[in-house]
């Protein structure tokens, strides 16, 4: 079965292409720290982390966004 993605120009395709980035970044995140605790070389470790660091940074930026471009909803109680 062929499966096609819809173009990213599109609302379904955005937000298809949206999830898939992300879920490819979560993706690397479990690579990395399974990588950086099954290695025994120090220096090979530390390159890991520096990864892990960075691939980090772009997910908590991603969230940041997301929580940003989301409109605050207006207080349901009343004021008297």
Known sequence: MDHQRP????????LI???????????RIRTLCARAVETDDISAASAILEQLA???????DRLRKLAAARPIPPERRRCS
């Open 17 to 27: 292409s949206t999830f898939s980035r992300s879920r490819r970044l979560e993706d």
């Open 7 to 14: 173009p990213a120009r599109t609302l379904l395709g955005s």
């Open 54 to 60: 960075a691939a980090l940074r772009d997910h908590i």
